[in-house]
């Protein structure tokens, strides 16, 4: 599947039934990342299955507030993508909490994604954005996208251990949970406005899920919170489809994932404070292998996609 400029490859995993590996190429790069098939009246989605796990305390300290505010500098101001969606992001001038600290690091990861994308589409460099008064992101946003951050340690921390969170057939998707209404966008989408017409979504908009329940079509009510300049403006009623939902979802948990590690990395360095060891683990669920064949089965559907005329 091509996405967005990025795609992957998806198989099952013979060894564990209802297991899937995907391995995505990015600029030239391939990784691999695991999920878990599950069903929900009818309508079929993947979970996210986080390749590594830490230590409990690891969990608590990255939960908790840290004892003395934190200003660190993540060394962005030469990054293309930092300073095409300057006037939209910058990143909190200090950090009282790690979840606030995460919440940059995904939110720099799907921009970075949105440029790279912005980048493949056009066939030369980008002109700067033209701003309108579409709003910047604003601490009140952040605030709420580290609420969910919170939310998501704490459910790691409890698959994490011993007997894990396990799913059924009939488990609802992650991404419908009513405590969980934030959603980060993490690829391209073209999406209905509510009153008729469409408009665009990017990685690094901001969704409020506003709907409880799956439509016929599989379509659940999102609101846009925060968005870039050219995409759908901010309070626009729309909706997505579950898998694409649950899609963004499992990329906010990877993004958290991924998080973590950077900050067990950096614990003690550039202003950080030093924690508890990570104790870092492989999970057997979440371990499998890149397929060394993807990038030329990508390309070869980008070729049949574009010798059909499609995009």
Known sequence: MVRSGHGFVEHPIAARPG??????????????????????????????????????????????????????????????????????????????????????????????????????????????????????????????????????????QQQAGPTGLETTASSAPPALDPNSRVVVVSMDLDVPLQDGGTCKLTPGDILYRTSDSVGDEGQIGVTVLSAKPGSCAANSATSIDLATLQDMHNDFRQNISSGLAVLAQNQGKGGLPAGPAAGARLSADGDAQVDTDAASALMAQERAAAANGRP
């Open 19 to 156: 297991f899937y590996a995907r391995t995505y190429v990015v600029g030239g790069r391939s990784f691999v990342r695991v999920y878990r098939e599950e069903h929900f009246h009818g309508f079929r989605y993947h979970a996210y299955v986080p390749r590594l796990y830490f230590a409990p305390a690891f969990y608590g300290w990255a939960y908790n507030p840290w004892a003395a505010p934190v200003y660190f500098s993540w060394g962005w101001n030469a990054a293309p993508w930092y300073g095409y969606y300057g006037v939209y992001f910058r990143p909190a001038p200090v950090y009282a909490t790690p979840a606030i600290w995460l919440t940059d690091f995904l939110l720099a990861e799907n921009l970075k994604l949105a440029y790279e994308n912005q980048q493949q589409q056009a066939a030369q460099a980008a002109p700067a954005p033209a701003y309108s008064d579409q709003p910047a992101l604003t601490p009140e946003v952040r605030e709420l996208i580290a609420a969910e951050v919170r939310r998501q340690i704490e459910l790691e």
